[in-house]
């Protein structure tokens, strides 16, 4: 049966209606919009009146007379949502519960996509108990009547630590557009609070004035944040025992985070903790608030605050959020002692290892720093150190704690929380199918695992936060939470579910899961692939649960992330030219872990009946134009050594080679995708006796069946004490992967394909009798500096003979090791570090400029296609036309030519191409006006000439040195009348030719 819903027609509500408020009053403290998702993306009237009359009709108002209404504040991440705690007799819960959402309704195409939006109600033992989605409603106010189901499991008793209040329930709405109006209302009761989740958008008429906050023992800070809103006559004040104000503990003070302002107690005075507060809010204020340090639960009596406790729950001790989060901890704190600290695997030997082994390929995933076989002892080890009941870090691997006396979880004072993937690893070691796995079923792993995932449970805020950080510091109420509930929680469960200890367990584990997930429904974090981790999430917690709306959030973010609903000028999903945005423009080592998330949703969901076809579709045919982009950079490098080097230049986050496979997306897509078979191949087993190279940490690279025996033999006689990293989470996502039949051919690449040209957004390709070459230009459609160089000089030069002897390179430290970050637009100060094509000189006032960070574009007009590509941008300082023209005459031939037309004329501008050389080649300038790529020979052997450059006599060239060794600049002056320097680049038909 339909559950009971009012649908109010627009026209009648247009008087009253409060739209969508401007991003500054109801999405405050934002970097920009898209932090909030698509919460936040529309702007409106902020002006509109807030009518004080009930959203439900009279009748509804009569038989449900507490109520509250509230305004949805949107903070960073997109956490918005309030909700509200009411007790009542064990003996009469509550039979309906009503909920009323106003809301702006866009035409289409206004916003990247509906955000989520939730009503949820939870029993005494948080247990979710009746739902309802408002995401999708067609009118501008919809009343929905949410019945509870009565939940036939044992409810925990006294869940506040007073006789008879185990029959605390709880209310909440979250998500939304910000600026929404949503109306809860229960059956009457005098013990009630109301909070935001996390910032409650306060509507006069119902907010208790004053109000009541209860302080918890264990505080030890004080935060109010006024978010927005006037700030004058707002106090904090300590109560006598009969509720009146005693004396005023903080009034508002300005906030460093450039709130509206703040009550700030940086520490509470003697008897404030356990007690109550007075929370005095003028009648007309109808701005925003968060609370930190204490549960933000405003009730409107001392009494009614005394006896809710914020909704904490005590466990052993620690008060707790909630009921779940104290129902995780009771078990952890029961189970910990199970653990056994001494737990030590013992996999085969390595001359045990049969020789018909069967796939040996996949066999080797479980290898490697990265595996979960090579670093399970270290992984033990780390949550050896949190076994202690005391800890509040209890369960969990953490590596960083924080310093001795700085408030946790445990004093409402979040601190920067530890990245959580363990579980996750420990589930894929638990069900790896491999006789050589050791591990498999084993009932100690099962239960660390579970211990890891609660961890999260317990310390999991009274609104389902997963919180990082305390808001004293940041705007931003969460961060990693798309690193923790899609391995930590969602996959860990997705593989352990019916292995998990016991009942109680199953169920604390999948009530957590899926009260995290539909917290973090349209959570995206803050880059793709924080966004895509999420999309994945909801994926695997639909398959772990069945909960059909995770179905529904898989699609819709999967949906809006390909179809770039927030268009190319941002940091969310499939630019149109195939990669995936990371601060606004590609990233060679962030694509691939976006890649790695998508390819294995796309596994998953192609799998499942209910799957809608087109979505299957459009997820492939994403896929695949991300991993054609790519290939366009996979250039492989002659000689021995055989690596495969891209141009880092035009990343926009790290310094990482788009070709690499630090992470696996593109080659987890070889069994359906041609490109990604071909990238699979293109990597060169290491030479005989040189060990198993580069699969010591990513076994997956492994493209032959001896190479993988290698890392088989090699890993197994390391044992589980081989490596000091916490490996394993990718694990069952690449076996899925490597598991498909083989259904394709190796298709060739961009450098293979002789006689080609090739156009993207932003992007221009060439290959003429093995003469190769590409430009990325400009990430189109971007309005904004970039992090990364384009600007129209060539990325790359190619010949199959010399690798790449052009490449466009970030400046940065390159990455040799662990992942190194562009934190900002890289301004030089010097030629040396122009490691990129670009022209650069002194102005007329004797100031350093360069090019690279201009927008740039392909003249349509003058294409002439497979011969002649004009591009073109604009510098600022100086104020100059610059023009990049690539010329094709013949097979052989690149005519490259540049020009800077900047009024006044620069008093010197010159032209820098990046040239690389590797073990087999060599520069060397002939004259001023040509120099030679040069392929080595064998010792006492001449070199030979592979690739000639040449340019004008007029125009006196130099090799300068740069910042990285293996790259010299060429250096050429432009003419100073503004007219084009060509050079011809032209590859030999002599030398060692592919």
Not at 469 to 498: C, N, V
Request: hydrophobic share 40%; net charge neutral.
């Amino acid at each position: 049966m339909p559950t009971p819903r009012l649908l109010l027609p627009g026209p009648i509500l247009l008087a009253m209606l409060t739209s969508l408020a401007l991003a500054d009053v109801n999405a405050s403290g934002l970097n920009e919009r898209s932090d909030a998702g698509s919460s936040a993306w529309l702007q409106s009237d902020a002006s509109s009146a807030v009518s004080s009359d009930p959203l439900v009709p009279p009748d509804v108002a009569r038989r449900l007379p507490l109520a509250q209404r509230a305004r949805i504040h949107a903070l960073g991440g997109g956490v918005r949502g309030f909700g509200m705690l009411a007790e009542y007799p064990a003996s009469q819960p509550p039979g309906e519960i009503v909920v009323a959402r106003r809301t702006t309704i866009p035409s289409p195409g206004k916003e990247p996509y509906a955000p989520i939006a939730l009503a949820r109600v939870f029993d005494p033992a948080g247990n979710l108990v009746a739902v309802e989605e408002f995401t999708d409603q067609a009118t501008p106010l919809e009343i929905r009547t949410l019945k509870p189901t009565l939940n036939p499991q044992p409810q925990t008793p006294n869940p506040t630590g007073s006789a008879g209040a185990a029959s605390v329930w709880r209310i909440s709405f979250s998500g939304g557009r910000a600026g929404d109006i949503v109306e809860l209302r229960l059956p009457p009761t005098d013990t009630w609070g109301v909070r935001g989740e996390m910032a409650l958008g306060i509507i006069p008429a119902t907010l208790p004035r004053p109000a009541w906050l209860w302080i918890p023992p264990s505080s030890v800070k004080l935060l109010i944040g006024i978010e927005t809103g006037n700030t004058s006559g707002i106090e904090l004040q300590t109560t006598n025992g009969d509720g009146s104000s005693a004396a005023v503990l903080a009034r508002p003070e300005p906030d460093p985070l450039k709130r509206a302002g703040r009550l700030f107690l940086a520490d509470l005075p003697p008897g404030l903790p356990g007690s109550v507060t007075r929370l005095l809010l003028p009648a007309r204020f109808g701005g925003a608030i968060v609370v930190e340090g204490a549960p933000g639960l405003l009730c409107p009596t001392p009494a009614a605050a005394l006896r809710l406790r914020g909704g904490t729950v005590e466990s052993h001790g620690v008060l707790t959020a909630g009921p779940l989060q104290a129902r995780a901890r009771d078990w952890m704190v029961a189970n910990a002692p199970k653990v056994d600290r001494q737990l030590s695997i013992t996999f085969p030997s390595p001359g045990s290892l049969p020789a018909d082994l069967p796939d040996p390929q996949l066999q080797a995933l479980m290898f490697g720093k990265y595996g979960f076989a090579n670093t399970l002892a270290h992984t033990i080890k780390l949550q050896n150190a949190h076994l202690d009941p005391a800890d509040p870090f209890l369960g969990s691997f953490r590596t960083e704690n924080p310093p001795r006396g700085t408030p946790d979880w445990t004093r409402f004072w979040m601190p920067v929380n530890g990245v959580n993937f363990p579980p996750a690893a420990l589930a894929a070691a638990v069900t790896f199918p491999s006789p050589l796995n050791a591990a498999r079923r084993n009932e100690d792993l099962i239960r660390r695992a579970t211990l890891g995932a609660f961890a999260n449970f317990m310390s999991m805020q009274g609104d389902d936060i997963l919180r990082e950080g305390s808001l004293e510091k940041t705007r931003y109420p969460m961060t990693h939470s798309f690193f923790i509930y899609p391995p930590a929680l969602a996959q860990a469960w997705h593989g352990l579910r019916d292995l998990v200890p016991d009942d109680e367990a199953r169920a604390i584990w999948r009530a957590g899961l899926v009260a995290v997930g539909d917290k973090l429904a349209d959570y995206q974090g803050y880059q793709s692939n924080q966004w895509s981790h999420m999309i994945l999430g909801h994926l695997e917690t639909y398959l772990g649960t069945g909960e059909k709306r995770f179905l529904g959030y898989f699609e819709r973010l999967a949906t809006a992330f390909f179809d770039g609903a927030f268009g190319p000028d941002n940091k969310f999903g499939q630019h149109p030219a195939g990669y995936f945005l990371e601060e606004y423009g590609p990233d060679g080592n962030y694509d691939h872990l976006s890649a790695y998330c998508l390819v294995t949703a796309w596994y998953y969901y192609r799998e499942l009946p209910e799957a809608n076809p087109a979505l299957v579709e459009k997820i492939r045919a994403g896929i695949e134009k991300n991993i054609r982009f790519s290939s366009f950079f996979w250039l492989p490098d002659p000689g021995p050594a055989g690596g495969i080097t891209s141009p880092t230049a035009f990343n926009c986050r790290t310094t990482s080679a788009i070709a690499g496979l630090g992470y696996p997306g593109m080659i987890m897509a070889k069994s359906d995708f041609p490109l990604g078979l071909a990238r699979f191949r293109l990597t060169r087993p290491p030479a005989p006796g040189k060990g198993i190279g580069m699969a010591s940490t990513f076994s997956y690279i492994a493209n032959t069946d001896e190479w993988a025996h290698a890392i088989i033999r090699d890993g197994l006689r390391r044992g589980p004490t081989g490596y000091d990293a916490a490996g394993g989470t990718w694990v069952p996502h690449i076996y899925k992967a490597y598991s498909q039949p083989a259904r394709v051919s190796p298709a060739p690449i961009p450098v293979e394909e002789t006689g080609g040209t090739w156009t993207l957004p932003g992007l221009l390709a060439w290959n003429r009798s093995g003469l190769y070459g590409a430009t990325f230009y400009d990430v189109a459609g971007a309005t904004r500096t970039l992090n990364g160089f384009a600007g129209g000089g060539p990325d790359t030069l190619w010949t199959g003979a010399t690798g790449a002897f052009l490449l466009g390179t970030a400046p940065g430290k390159p990455q040799s090791g662990p992942v190194v970050r562009i934190k900002d637009a890289q301004p030089q100060k010097s030629a040396e570090s122009l490691t990129f094509s670009c022209v650069y000189g002194t102005d007329t006032g004797g100031a350093f400029f360069y090019s690279g960070k201009e927008r740039a574009s392909l003249d349509p007009r003058t294409v002439v296609e497979g011969r002649h590509y004009d591009i073109g941008a604009k510098l600022d300082t100086p104020f100059a036309t610059l023009a990049w023209t690539y010329d094709l005459p013949d097979d052989n031939t690149l005519v490259l030519s540049v020009s800077l037309n900047a009024q006044p004329a620069a008093r010197e501008a010159f032209v820098n191409l990046p040239l690389r050389t590797v073990e087999t080649t060599h520069l060397r300038l002939e004259s001023p006006n040509s120099l030679l790529v040069e392929v080595v020979g064998e010792t006492g052997s001449a070199p030979v000439p592979a690739v000639r450059i040449t340019w004008p006599a007029t125009a006196s060239g130099r090799l300068q040195p740069s910042v990285h060794k293996d790259l010299q600049r060429l250096v050429i002056p432009l003419p100073a009348d503004g007219s084009p320097l060509p050079l011809r680049i032209v590859k030999s038909d002599g030398g060692r030719m592919k």
